[in-house]
Each structure stands twice: as C-alpha cells, then as structure tokens.
C-alpha cells in the first residue's frame, strides 16, 4: 500500500494593506468601499501617506464657567483673545493676567462676531449689539454699538458680515438686512436692503459675506446672502445704494444652512455648514467660476452628516474653522450629550472625527487654536492627552478581499507604527462584514507607561486580538498572532495613550488559502 503524504509547503501567503489614508468613508457600501478608507476613524487624522492621533489640549483660563463665544481682535501686530462667560466679556489675550469688563452684560453668552476695520462687534439676538475697539494707544472700548435707524430695534441684530467695504447686520427672524448709509461708517446711520420680495423660498436670513472669485476676466467680489432655506443670493456691484452699481446676479438653491455660524471663508471661497454637508459655494453654485475651489466636498462623511443635522441642526455649537497650522478643517457638532468634530485633511480631503472633546465654541488666536469648555477655556493641539485624559483611537479599516475572492484564515498580522513613547495597541480582524462587539477595561500605569489590566481590552469570542507595547521611534515591525477565518477582512486598530505620537503606515497580513485548509 501506498503512503500518502500531505504537502503542507507554500500554504501561508503575505499581503500588505495600507494605512487608510483615505479617510472615514460613510457614503459606500462595505462591498465597494476602496480598501485606503475607513469605517471607523476616531481620534486618527489620515496624512499623506500614513494616519497620525491627534493631538490633545491643556488648560489655558479656568475659572468653572462655561465660555460659549471667543473672538479674536485684530489690529496691525497687536491681537485680543475675547470671550464671553455669564453674562460678562472677558479679556483673555494673556492667561496669567485676565480681566473682566465690568461695564458690559450680556443677556445671552453665544454671540455671532465680526471684524470692521479696527472694531469688533458681538451679536447674539438679545442684547444691542456691542463693539470692541483699540486705539493706537491700546486703550480699550467696549460698549455698545453707535449704528442706528428708527425703524430698527438694535436688539434684535443677531449677526453680521462686511462686504463692499460696508459693514451688513441681520435682522433676527427677517429677510431685512442693514447696511452703514456710507462706506467705510463704523457708526452712525443704517439703511435698510430688504429681501423678502426677492427670497422665492422665505424663510429668514442667516448669513452675509464677501465671495471672491475668479470670473474670467479678473478677481470679482461678490456679496452672498444665504437664507434659512438655502436659497442663496449673490448680488454683483460695489454700492447697494445705487440701481447703477448694484445688481442680482443669480438666486441659486443649496441645502438650509444650520446656525448663524454657517459660514467660513477659506482661500476666497466661502464654506456652508449645511443639513446636507460641508459645501465650497463655488462647488454648489452653477455658476462661470464653479469648481475654483480647492476644498473638497463633505460627500464621503454625508450620511454621517446627515444623521447629525437630522437631531441636532436645532443645536447650538455648529461651526466651522480652518487650521492651517494643522492642516485640516474643523467642523464643530453639537450631540445630545457634548460634541464631536468633523476634520478634513485640507491637501488631501481625507476625513476623520475627533471624540472626546466637549468644545462649546472655537477660535484662532496668534494662529493657536483654543476652545470654550464647561470650566474655562482650553488651548488645542497640545500634547497627546486631553487634559490628563487618555485619549482613545480607533479606526476599522475597509473590508479587502487581500488580492483573492477564496476563503482565507489569517494567522499574523504585522501593524507597522512608530511612536514617540510606549504605548498599547489592541489589533484584530472582523471578517465578512461582521463587526466584533467590544468591551474594553484598562489602567494606566506608573511614569505615563500605559498598561492593560489582565482582563482582555476585548472580551469577542468570535476574533482574535493582540496587546501591544513599544518604546521606539523608528517603525516598529513585529508579527502578532491573529484568528480569523473569512473571504473579506477589516482591521481594527485601537489604541489608548495618554502621552505618545502614534502613527500608523501600513500592515503586514500573513494567511492561508481555503485549498491548504480544507
């Protein structure tokens, strides 16, 4: 009788699966969805050619009340930081010497603001408008505003903007908008420029701004006027009190925008927070000068936009900031318990979400980003803990067949990082479309190193997974058990620091075909 003998060579197969660069995906279905992108991408930022955890922030001003509005001032070299905290406005510009203007109350602490030549004005619906300003002595004004017209209740001015070199305020719950009677007024008369006959949808205003673009023939400026309905209305022509230099030039219907904190203004394009997305006016608009922008559309995060506006466009906290210093877009949005942020990478267009970060407002100061909290205000972009905070990553890769549509078990998978400092990682596979529920237990340890209690981070019976410590700089290559039998898989990279840059390129996958298991 013959023997048999069981090849059991070149069964294990190797396959490298990029970091996810390509950022949080919640436009595609799971069976088309590129393998660079992501399903989960929390607390992770895509680059270039790697994905990095955010940075973390300090304490920069407590004193136990919450900040809903900062504002910086500008005026040659000299800049303000200005905030307002129950009731009263505060001077923030150095932490260890703020102060309280006592003169001033505001009646309602979430203020719309703008900058008019060397005055800052501060709006919120309530309260007449108030306006800072410093002389070129740096002795300081704030009181309230020297705009008037007897048909105008300053009140209930709640936002505003400048164009044309004239300075616009919206009238709360109106389609009438104001503007000073003579360019370049920081007081005196306003006269009024209604639209309520020229709005085809109604609805009330929400914003005012200055649209530079390119229309063939040179740099045009434009004023935009952007109701509650998402009708948009640019008017072409430098004087509003002139027929002869003062004309509509289109009405275009976009997705309603939420809050009087819609808009952004990014490389002479203006950005809308919208029910629908993060929109470039030059992309939505079908006009000569349509697709200038170099800002990305929110298409690949919609559905998770839409989710949010859905619950929450009634919320106050949306907004939107550029980050140049970070190189991403920060999209602010309330939740029904704290906040989340939506980030896009402003090179490659690659989004992300920030947890963890219950910022009520945000603002640039000396190109620093800081944030309102509940207990004073917090500078961002410092350090990688949130305030003595672990912060926790997680992202779950795209499903990949890994080259073949055969069944495959994995047996090792090689996450290729590098960090600044130990740190623990927890990695698996799902398979097939099947999300592992987890459930995680964890402490820190002494000197900053974090450590895993002896109970799993993860208690799935139905993966594998594997902790992790490193302390070097350079990538770290090492293969980790993994169990996981399947036609697609996801990796799932989770981490928990409270101290360390950690980023992460790509990963190494050793398996076998279904022809050497079964």
């Given at each position: 009788m013959l023997k048999s003998y069981i090849n059991r060579t070149g069964k294990s197969l190797s396959y490298t699966i990029a970091a996810p660069i390509g950022g949080l995906n919640c436009r595609d279905a799971y069976n088309v969805m590129p393998p660079e992108d992501?399903?989960?991408?929390?607390?992770?930022?895509?680059?270039?050619?790697?994905?990095?955890?955010?940075?973390?922030?300090?304490?920069?001003?407590k004193n136990n009340h919450r900040f809903l509005t900062l504002a910086t001032y500008k005026k040659d070299d000299k800049q303000r930081l200005i905030g307002i905290s129950s009731g009263k406005a505060y001077n923030l510009s150095s932490a260890s010497n703020v102060s309280v203007?006592?003169?001033?109350?505001?009646?309602?602490?979430?203020?719309?603001?703008?900058?008019?030549?060397?005055?800052?004005?501060?709006?919120?619906?309530?309260?007449?408008?108030?306006v800072y300003h410093l002389d070129d002595e740096n002795n300081e004004t704030f009181s309230d505003w020297g705009f008037r017209n007897d048909n105008l209740t300053p009140s209930k001015i709640i936002a505003g903007g400048v164009s044309k070199q004239f300075f616009w305020a919206l009238e709360k719950n109106t389609l009438r908008v104001w503007y000073s009677a003579q360019a370049g007024n920081i007081s005196g008369d306003l006269n009024c420029f209604?639209?309520?006959?020229?709005?085809?949808?109604?609805?009330?205003?929400?914003?005012?701004?200055?649209?530079?673009?390119?229309?063939?023939?040179?740099?045009?400026?434009?004023?935009?006027?952007?109701?509650?309905?998402?009708?948009?209305?640019?008017?072409?022509?430098?004087?509003?009190?002139?027929?002869?230099?003062?004309?509509?030039?289109g009405s275009y219907k976009i997705s309603p925008p939420i809050g009087y904190r819609c808009t952004l203004q990014y490389q002479g394009d203006i950005i809308i927070i919208t029910e629908d997305g993060y929109l470039p006016l030059s992309k939505v608009l079908p006009l000569n000068e349509a697709g200038v922008s170099t800002?990305?559309?929110?298409?690949?995060?919609?559905?998770?936009?839409?989710?949010?506006s859905s619950s929450g466009k009634n919320k106050d906290g949306w907004q939107g900031v550029i980050y140049t210093r970070g190189g991403y877009a920060l999209f602010n949005v309330p939740l029904s318990q704290g906040y989340e942020q939506h980030v896009a990478n402003l090179n490659t267009g690659a989004w992300c979400r920030f947890i963890g970060i219950k910022a009520h407002c945000w603002c640039l100061f000396h190109d620093k980003l800081y944030f309102g909290s509940d207990y004073g205000v917090c500078q961002f972009d410092q350090g990688y803990s949130d305030n003595g905070i672990s912060i926790i990553g997680e992202v779950r890769q795209a499903?990949?067949?890994?080259?073949?549509?055969?069944?495959?078990?994995?047996?090792?998978?090689?996450?290729?990082?590098?960090?600044?400092g130990r740190y623990a990682l927890v990695i698996y596979t799902d398979v097939d479309y099947i999300h592992s529920l987890q459930n995680t237990s964890e402490t820190l340890g002494f000197g900053g190193v974090t450590k895993w209690n002896k109970a799993q981070w993860s208690n799935s019976i139905t993966q594998g997974q594997?902790?992790?410590?490193?302390?070097?700089?350079?990538?770290?290559?090492?293969?980790?058990?993994?169990?996981?039998?399947?036609?697609?898989?996801s990796v799932v990279f989770k981490t928990r620091t409270s101290g360390n840059l950690i980023e992460w390129y790509d990963t190494g996958v050793r398996y076998e075909q279904a022809s050497g298991i079964m």
């Open positions: 992501a399903i989960v991408m929390d607390n992770y930022i895509p680059l270039d050619n790697k994905i990095a955890l955010r940075k973390g922030y300090i304490d920069y001003y203007y006592d003169n001033l109350t505001f009646n309602s602490d979430r203020c719309q603001t703008v900058q008019y030549k060397d005055y800052l004005y501060f709006m919120n619906g309530i309260d007449v408008p108030k209604d639209l309520s006959s020229i709005a085809r949808f109604g609805g009330h205003l929400m914003a005012v701004c200055n649209w530079t673009v390119d229309g063939g023939q040179g740099i045009d400026d434009l004023t935009v006027f952007i109701t509650s309905e998402g009708e948009v209305l640019v008017y072409d022509g430098t004087n509003p009190n002139s027929a002869d230099s003062w004309s509509l030039k800002y990305a559309f929110s298409d690949k995060i919609r559905g998770l936009v839409l989710e949010r499903y990949t067949n890994l080259g073949t549509d055969v069944l495959k078990k994995i047996q090792l998978l090689n996450p290729r990082t590098a960090s600044s594997t902790k992790w410590q490193t302390s070097r700089s350079i990538i770290r290559s090492n293969w980790i058990a993994n169990s996981a039998t399947g036609y697609k898989i």
